[in-house]
């Protein structure tokens, strides 16, 4: 089983591409630096949770807890 942060990291990855969103794209989306980015995906950094959120509505995504699918 992948840990929380590989699978938080496969999930971003996967809604990103599925958006069609560079990570810098994201990034200036999000208002986040493209390297946060990065990080989370190469799973180098575990997000906190108003980074979750944050990810979610650049993504346009239902709900945050879709990041969290797979994990617990």
Avoid: W, Y
């Avoid at 958006?19 to 995906?41: F, K, N, P, V």
């Avoid at 979610?56 to 699918?69: C, E, F, I, K």
């Amino acid at each position: 089983m992948e840990s929380a942060r590989s699978q938080f990291a496969t999930n971003l990855r996967h809604h990103r591409e599925a958006a069609g969103l560079s990570q810098e794209a994201l990034a200036d989306i999000c208002d986040l630096h493209r390297t946060e980015i990065s990080l989370l995906e190469r799973r180098k950094r575990s997000p906190r949770l108003e980074t979750i959120v944050i990810l979610a509505r650049g993504l346009s995504l239902s709900s945050p807890g879709v990041l969290l699918d797979g994990i617990g």
